[in-house]
């Protein structure tokens, strides 16, 4: 008996050192270089591979234990599914490439809009425009790089009582945390403009997930806050396909229906700048400015009275979308 108990003994320990073996075998596979976790695979051509540094977990270090190995399988399944559902959304979709484009009007109305664009933008709870029936006007920036106007931009904005949404880059939350901070603290939205700003048709579902994800990490790394709810596509390029991809991870496309060649210095400077906005104001304006500009920056105080004075009332893009 004593020979036969010390053999159960003997195996039962072995089972254990083999089970625990196995499991620190199973984490190092789960947070290692796996498929579909090594950045160079799943970046756009001539990109630096950077992107998943923000998008998944580093490797713990310490003592393990049988809930980290159960925790770790979960996210790896998790994200498995999350990643064959995009890859299954992205399959059913066209990825003909559209550009966005306006035909503009002298009489203060919204711009003209062919009906399968509109629809199309409506099936993925896109906006580009308000209602036709109500004098609201939205104001939304797009931030790549700083300029050194968005904080004049900010303080035009506060003495106005008006809320803007910026679209910010992976650089800019890099570059400006201190100004994304403020945004948020005076009641401004932040949107999401992808971490590298490439065209979203030209990139993989997968890829566009590790932008939009790059950006949240940072947002929150800055911020505390996480949730973005609004994306501006790079370049206001978008197919059925991407619609679908962003919508599917939880993003409201928003394009615009003014705008204006405001990157660059304008040949009226910020007269031209506040003339633009004025002849095309119009009912569910979607503004679209560079906070580069430093045309827009001069000009904003005067355009903010303005629109005010035309007895227009300003809304944020959550009014938009719970409208």
């Known amino acids: 008996m004593g020979k036969k108990s010390d053999k159960k003994i003997y195996l039962a320990g072995l089972a254990v050192v083999l089970l625990?073996?196995?499991?620190?075998?199973?984490k190092g596979y789960l947070w290692g270089a796996g498929p579909g976790l090594n950045a160079s695979e799943n970046t756009a051509p001539g990109e630096p591979a950077s992107v998943s540094e923000a998008?998944?977990?580093?490797?713990?270090t310490g003592a393990e234990t049988g809930a980290d190995i159960v925790n770790s399988q979960q996210m790896e399944e998790e994200e498995e599914r999350s990643t064959g559902k995009l890859q299954e959304t992205a399959d059913n979709f066209s990825n003909e490439k559209y550009g966005w484009g306006l035909k503009r009007n002298s009489n203060h109305l919204q711009p003209e809009m062919p009906s399968y664009i509109a629809d199309g933008l409506e099936k993925y709870d896109a906006y580009w425009v308000g209602s036709p029936d109500e004098k609201v006007v939205y104001l939304t920036f797009d931030e790549g790089y700083e300029n050194g106007y968005t904080p004049k931009i900010l303080d035009a904005l506060k003495a106005n009582n008006v809320k803007a949404a910026f679209f910010v880059t992976g650089h800019y939350l890099e570059s400006?945390?201190?100004?994304?901070?403020r945004m948020v603290d005076e009641g401004h939205i932040v949107g999401n403009h992808t971490a590298r700003h490439p065209s979203l048709p030209d990139i993989s579902g997968e890829q566009i997930k590790e932008e939009l994800q790059a950006v949240e990490a940072k947002f929150e790394a800055v911020?505390?806050?996480r949730?973005?709810?609004?994306l501006r596509p790079p370049k206001g390029e978008y197919s059925e396909r991407t619609l679908a991809v962003t919508r599917e991870l939880g993003y409201h496309n928003i394009f615009w229906?003014?705008?204006?060649?405001d990157w660059v210095p304008m040949p009226g400077g910020a007269e031209e700048s506040y003339r633009t906005v004025m002849d095309n104001l119009h009912n569910g304006?979607?503004?679209?400015?560079h906070a580069v500009s430093e045309d827009n920056a001069a000009a904003m105080d005067r355009i903010l009275k303005a629109i005010k004075e035309q007895g227009y009332v300003f809304k944020t893009l959550d009014?938009?979308?719970k409208n």
């Open 20 to 26: 625990v073996g196995c499991g620190f075998a199973f």
């Open 257 to 261: 229906s003014m705008a204006m060649v």
């Open 223 to 225: 911020t505390g806050c």
């Open 176 to 181: 400006q945390p201190e100004l994304v901070k």
């Open 319 to 321: 009014d938009l979308v």
């Open 227 to 230: 949730e973005m709810r609004y």
């Open 55 to 60: 998008t998944y977990p580093p490797a713990e």
């Open 285 to 289: 304006a979607l503004i679209l400015l």
